[in-house]
């Protein structure tokens, strides 16, 4: 059966985590972005994977650019869809996120998996090399039996262990799900921040998260950022990047500057991230 595996990534978790299942399936491998001028989405394969970030888990954790391509899925009754979201700190939502999207299209999404990865936000306290390593680890460890049963198309829902939550993960998750709502307020408060407006709601105020950013005096102008941002969403004036308000907020121009020439008023303790195992021209590659 034909399968093609989908994929939205920032700094290459997402990207990493698609390559591994694509090869396990013999999937064709897609980056999202480059669907995205498409008023409507038709999909000939028989599997249909959906690999991204989660992130603000009290708006369902789905990124827009992974929620608007949902939205545009069409004819999609018959085929086998699964998902798989990458995590840092936790993933409460997303997938039951992304499933209502796809029933509204007329699908289901038959299988969901939540992958642990290092955290794209995180201070050198959860972000060190001891715990990245023992994350890649811990995928390893899983990706045949996920692998197996997507080429089975079994109706699953699987989540890999939490490697700083360790086994009191699964009871966080019983806790904390109920309640993530109880943070919408909190969230939006953050981001009419940015936004400079009493009126949007989240997937409107999201695109001007980048005005959290700045350049340093380490900016030499290279373009990186515009060439790997996945929504073109920041062009070159005067050797400089200029961000235009269609965000995503994924931390991609962030983390692979070369120089770490870009800041953030939002990032101030994290560590410069990026997978190890992801080449910067794989990112580039929209």
């Known amino acids: 059966m ?3 595996i989908y994929y939205f990534s920032g700094t ?8 591994d299942i694509a090869r396990r399936t013999n999937g064709k491998l897609i980056s999202i ?3 995205m001028d498409n008023y409507t989405i038709q999909i000939d394969a028989d599997i249909i994977g959906i690999v991204f970030p989660t992130y603000y888990e009290p708006y369902g954790g789905v990124p ?3 929620r608007k391509f949902a939205r545009k899925l069409e004819k999609i009754n018959s085929k086998y869809l699964f998902a798989i979201c990458t995590y840092g700190s936790g993933s409460f939502k997303a997938i039951n996120c992304l499933e209502e999207i796809i029933e509204s299209r007329g699908g289901k999404l038959t299988a969901g998996f939540t992958v642990n990865m290092p955290n794209n936000m995180a201070g050198p306290s959860l972000n060190n090399s001891k715990k990245q390593e023992k994350m890649f680890h811990v995928w390893e460890e899983n990706i045949d039996y996920i692998s197996a049963q997507i080429c089975a198309r079994k109706k699953v829902r699987f989540h890999t262990p939490n490697v700083l939550a360790g086994k009191t993960f ?5 806790i904390v799900s109920p ?3 109880l943070f919408k307020p909190l969230t939006l408060s ?4 940015y936004s400079n407006s009493e009126n949007m709601g989240y997937e ?14 380490k900016c030499d102008g290279c373009g990186n950022c515009a060439k790997i941002c996945p929504v073109n969403n920041i062009e070159i004036v005067e050797n400089r990047p200029k961000w235009l308000h269609n965000c995503e907020f994924c931390l991609a121009c962030f983390h692979w500057c070369h120089k770490m020439a870009i800041d953030s008023i939002e990032l101030k303790n994290t560590i410069r991230y990026h997978h190890p195992n992801v080449k910067l021209s794989e990112m580039m590659m929209k």
């Open 170 to 174: 699964g009871l966080i998750r019983f």
């Open 64 to 66: 827009l650019i992974v």
């Open 12 to 19: 290459g978790n997402s990207l990493f985590v698609a390559k």
């Open 2 to 4: 034909k399968t093609e």
């Open 33 to 35: 972005p480059t669907m």
């Open 179 to 181: 309640f993530i709502f």
């Open 204 to 217: 409107e105020m999201l695109p001007y998260m980048d005005r959290s950013f700045s350049t340093n005096e």
């Open 190 to 193: 953050h981001l009419k921040r």
